[in-house]
Structures are given as C-alpha cells and as structure tokens.
Nanobody
Framework: QVQLVESGGGLVQPGGSLRLSCVVS????????IGWFRQAPGKQRELVAR???????DYLDSVKGRFTISGDNVKNVVYLQMNSLKPEDTAVYYC???????WGQGTQVTVNA
C-alpha cells in the first residue's frame, strides 16, 4: 500500500517561498508518477505539478516559472519548491500517486500579507 505524507505548508507573505515535501512509503518514487494537487475553498481540486518515472515534469500554467517539482529517489521524497507566491496560491496542497489510488492528507498553504 502506497502512503504519502505531506509537510512544509504554512503562512507566507506574497512574494515569499515555501518548500513542500511528500514522503512516500510502500513504493519507490522513481517508478511512479507523483503529482501535487491543490484545492482552494469553493474550488475544484487542480493538478499543480507532476513528475513521471522518467523524470519529466508538467505544470499548471499559472505556476510555471515559479514552482518546481523534484524527486529524491534515495530519500523517496517528492518536493514542490514554490517561489514568488501569490494570494491565489492559497489552498490545501496534496501529493498523490494517482495510479496507485493514494493521496496524502494535505498541507495548508496560506499566502497573505
């Protein structure tokens, strides 16, 4: 069973940075596509970024150039580096291994002056 645990969320001012971590157990990240999703109040969950088993990455248009997804195959962790944060980035962020049907519990990111 694949389990994912997120951490690293918090409150940050506009223009600030956060790094989210997703610790994966029960699977090796290099063999899975891992995605970071987010859901803001009253909005649908959306895919923010994903990294495939080959290392290729995709991003939501609104975060391109600001967010970077990366994986550490030794630590079995997937990161989401978020820079130049905006109030509209406020949401609960989840990591997931969709093909395994596994989701983390989420971590809150709030961007507010």
């Amino acid at each position: 069973q694949v389990q994912l645990v997120e951490s690293g969320g918090g409150l940050v001012q506009p223009g600030g940075s956060l790094r989210l971590s997703c610790v994966v157990s029960g699977a090796t990240v290099e063999y899975y596509t891992i995605g970071w999703f987010r859901q803001a109040p009253g909005k649908q969950r959306e895919l923010v970024a994903r990294i495939t088993s080959t290392g290729s990455t995709d991003y939501l248009d609104s975060v391109k150039g600001r967010f970077t997804i990366s994986g550490d195959n030794v630590k079995n962790v997937v990161y989401l580096q978020m820079n130049s944060l905006k109030p509209e980035d406020t949401a609960v962020y989840y990591c997931a291994a969709p093909l395994a049907g596994s989701w983390g519990q989420g971590t809150q990111v709030t961007v507010n002056a």
